[in-house]
């Protein structure tokens, strides 16, 4: 039981010199790339820059005992650091005390609420959330942040929540640019674009290992961030007008509690919880597909607890809310990280860089934080999934583009929320007018096809109707007036046969509907037939009146019911004839 909710306990006992080696590594790469992220993101999120540092040592060392992924890499993210700017902004002003406070409240919100669901098992309530939706939220993100950065790199100062909002702003205040912050903003900018695309093939055509050259490429805003420190200070760009980060405290992360306001946490609660949810599935998503490269295994429950001890620890430690990352997690990967070790060990990092490197970050522009956060949320932008959708789901593209126009007109809450209402309204609509199909026997076989789409046969006094959904409240009366309209259609039927073979389960609902089919076939002299029933099906049935009642007979299967029933006219079906043969030619 204690290993289950410790899975250090488990991996711990194979620690070794050899491994030891491998995260140590991958450490120090992720702790060169996770300083300046830090930074962007925390300034994202409309905090002090240090506060990145912070959220990026604690939560690390928490998800090294609770987690299950050897590789993620937990830490703030551009999308929870978005969602913490939107849902803190609405209670306090950025740059207050009273705004910190919101967001290690939030950070103590979401970390109680994961663990809890965590706890109880509950991770599926994530499948809420369907890749279209996802993928449309995250898009529309990537876009809003973007364009929220663009202030920095102009040297203005423009606010909005939304995506109107924000271009209103930038196209009133693009006058008042800053000429040296935009010569900071744009090089720092199109340099980083191509050290993400570019950098590698260069150094592997120079002769640099592949491994090696994808490593020294994530270096990149490093490289960024040392270069425009030193440009402010020898061209003495903050006296003309470039804005920097300042003084950054040095030392730990201080010791912080969440507020207990009741007032404020009833307006944060429904934010931590999207953050939460949000938050989970893009941790999972990365968990999950970085392991099935090594062939290991997360535990996405105890995934949920791992990433809320993380939160937890944030926000006693003066964080925000975090989540495990797509690029660093990546990054992690490849460096060779074979523990959650490797997370411990970057946290250390970073503890030492807080301790002894922020000095050094006084002149970092921020318009090149505006760079790095702007190069690395495009990236997330996702411009084939709209045509693929439309072209296999015109109902996934609906949920998918309503979330990416709420999300941009309306803000970040109100997109997830509408993404997840859609989906579920789209769901309902689908489930309440589940697929039937009428269906004869392929000749020659014992297999039966929709006659609309296979030349198959029939009987006119046997109408086969198979049925593609189980039979809730939502779809009952559907069918039902589905089986009554097909034979109004057929005076010469006798019987009708319900191919179940696609209905997992029968409640009350579709109990009553078929109750009711069964009497009103019988009263126009018609007999109901079941055929190919399920076993959990079947034991439901029986615990009801409905098979003693009905008028037919419940078949093996759906060959034997229509050999059987072929006879009840002495006439044995004959391919020859013209009224037995149909379908599509």
């Known amino acids: 039981m ?79 650091s978005l969602m913490t700017a939107s849902a803190a902004g609405a209670v306090a002003a950025p740059g207050t005390a009273a705004y910190l406070e919101a967001a290690i409240t939030l950070a103590a919100l979401s970390g109680v609420m994961l663990a809890v669901l965590g706890l109880l098992r509950l991770g599926f309530l994530a499948n809420l959330l369907s890749h279209p939706v996802i993928s449309g939220f995250i898009s529309a993100s990537g876009v809003l942040i973007a364009t929220s950065q663009l202030k920095h790199i102009l040297g203005v100062k423009v606010s909005g929540e939304t995506w109107p909002e924000m271009l209103a702003g930038l196209a009133g205040k693009i006058g008042e640019t800053n000429l040296a912050t935009l010569a900071i903003g744009i090089p720092a900018t199109i340099f980083l674009f191509w050290v993400r695309k570019g950098l590698k093939p260069l150094l592997v055509r120079l002769g640099m290992g592949a491994r090696a050259a994808d490593m020294t490429a994530k270096a990149g805003p490093v490289v960024a961030v040392a270069v425009s420190i030193l440009a402010v200070i020898a061209f003495g760009l903050q006296d003309k007008g470039v804005s920097i980060v300042g003084a950054i405290p040095q030392g730990l992360p201080p010791f912080a509690l969440p507020s207990t306001d009741m007032g404020l946490i009833q307006s944060l609660w429904v934010p931590a919880l999207l953050i939460s949810i949000i938050g989970f599935v893009e941790s999972v998503s990365v968990a999950q597909t970085l ?38 997690s990546v990054v ?35 318009a090149t934080l505006a760079a790095t956060i702007i190069v690395a949320v495009l990236s997330l932008v996702d411009l084939k999934t709209p045509g693929r959708l439309w072209a296999y789901s015109k109902a996934d593209f609906s949920a998918h583009a309503a979330t990416i126009a709420v999300t941009l007109l309306a803000g970040v809450e109100l997109g997830v929320i509408a ?54 409240y ?36 579709g ?9 009103r076939l019988s009263d126009g002299g018609v007999k109901l037939h079941l055929s190919e029933v399920k076993g959990p099906v079947m034991d439901r049935l029986k615990r009801a009146h409905f098979l003693d009642e009905l008028s037919g007979r419940v078949f093996l299967s759906q060959d034997r019911a229509f050999g059987e029933l072929a006879n009840d006219t002495g006439e044995e079906p004959d391919a020859a004839d013209p009224m037995l043969a149909r379908g599509l030619i």
């Not at 109990?511 to 009711?516: K, N, P, Q, Y």
Request: hydrophobic share 50%.
């Open 291 to 328: 392991a099935a490269k090594r062939r290991q295994r997360i535990v996405p429950d105890q995934e949920l607890i791992g990433l809320g001890a993380s939160n937890i620890a944030s926000a006693l430690s003066g964080g925000y809310p975090v989540t495990g990352g797509f690029a660093r």
């Open 332 to 366: 992690n990967f490849d460096a060779g990280a074979q523990t959650p070790a490797a997370g411990a060990f970057t946290a250390v990092g970073i503890a030492l860089a807080s301790l002894f490197l922020t000095p050094l970050l006084f002149n970092l522009p921020n």
């Open 419 to 472: 993404g997840v209402g859609v989906g579920l309204l789209l769901y309902l609509w689908r489930a309440s007018r589940p697929h039937a199909a009428i269906v004869g026997r392929v000749p020659g076989t014992e297999h039966f096809r929709n006659v609309e789409r296979h030349k198959v046969l029939t009987l006119p006094h046997l109408l086969s109707i198979r049925i593609d959904e189980s039979l809730t």
């Open 2 to 80: 204690l290993q289950r909710y410790l899975p250090i306990l488990e991996w711990g006992r194979s620690y070794n010199r050899d491994v030891l080696t491998s995260d140590l590594m991958a450490a120090v790469i992720v702790t060169i790339m996770l300083i300046p992220q830090s930074l962007a993101y925390a300034m994202l999120a409309g905090l002090p820059p240090v506060v990145g540092l912070y959220a990026s040592i604690m939560p690390l060392i928490a998800y090294a005992l609770f987690g299950t992924s050897r590789t993620l890499a937990v830490g703030p993210v551009a999308v929870v």
């Open 511 to 519: 109990l009553e509907s078929l109750e009711a089919i069964n009497h």
């Open 474 to 509: 939502l779809n009952a009366r559907w069918l039902e007036e589905y089986v009554l309209e097909q034979v109004a259609d057929r005076p010469a039927l006798r019987h009708v046969v319900l191919m179940c073979s696609a209905v997992n389960a029968i409640d009350a609902s």
